[in-house]
T-cell receptor
């Protein structure tokens, strides 16, 4: 039972570089989410999706883009990385908006 | 707007009982979740309250009072493995999104 799988687990980028974080879930969930977690800030929602082909902005969407071309995958892109985007990124999924979210193990991203 | 408050840190002794409080202010409330997060790991779901009252799950219980904007997580018979952060999250009725508090870091000592 894989649940929610995030790749990569760690990454170091230079300012201005781009990259894509991949989230895959095998629970056939409709909803998927990307959060970032910073010390003293709690989990903050970046973007989310309520089904294949849909995306919506969360609380802190600037500097990020997402795509949900397949139901099981949710990609988070950083077009031009900035040091302020150094964080731990968590992907989560749920069957509906009111059911518990299942989280991946996180991606630790450092931008120099 | 949304505002969720919980204590930053708490300590307790193995075998004891600890209560972690969470207060919230929200324009539209539709449920409250508690998650556990060990250092360096993913949050995992503990409990969900949508109606007033107590929900019990083994050593863990969660209470909700919607009129007071208040919830608590009660951990009984504390074990060393309960040392973790406990996240309170409120579901916004208008957006269906979860708003997370900053978490309470619990340290359990022998």
């Amino acid at each position: 039972n894989a649940g929610v799988t995030q790749t990569p687990k760690f990454r170091v980028l230079k300012t201005g570089q781009s990259m894509t974080l991949l989230c895959a879930q095998d629970m056939n969930h409709e909803y998927m989410y990307w959060y970032r977690q910073d010390p003293g800030m709690g989990l903050r929602l970046i973007h989310y999706s309520v089904g294949e082909g849909t995306t919506a902005k969360g609380e802190v969407p600037d500097g990020y883009n997402v795509s949900r071309l397949k139901k099981q995958n949710f990609l988070l892109g950083l077009e031009s990385a900035a040091p302020s985007q150094t964080s731990v990124y968590f992907c989560a999924s749920s069957q509906t908006g009111w059911q518990p979210q299942h989280f991946g193990d996180g991606t630790r991203l450092s931008i120099l | 707007g949304q505002n969720i408050d919980q204590p930053t840190e708490m300590t307790a002794t193995e075998g004891a009982i600890v209560q972690i409080n969470c207060t919230y202010q929200t324009s539209g409330f539709n449920g409250l979740f508690w998650y556990q997060q060990h250092a360096g790991e993913a949050p995992t779901f503990l409990s969900y309250n949508v109606l007033d009252g107590l929900e019990e799950k083994g050593r863990f219980s969660s209470f909700l009072s919607r009129s007071k904007g208040y919830s608590y997580l009660l951990l009984k018979e504390l074990q060393m493995k309960d040392s973790a952060s406990y996240l309170c999250a409120v579901r916004d009725q208008n957006t269906d999104k979860l708003i997370f508090g900053t978490g309470t870091r619990l340290q359990v000592f022998p």
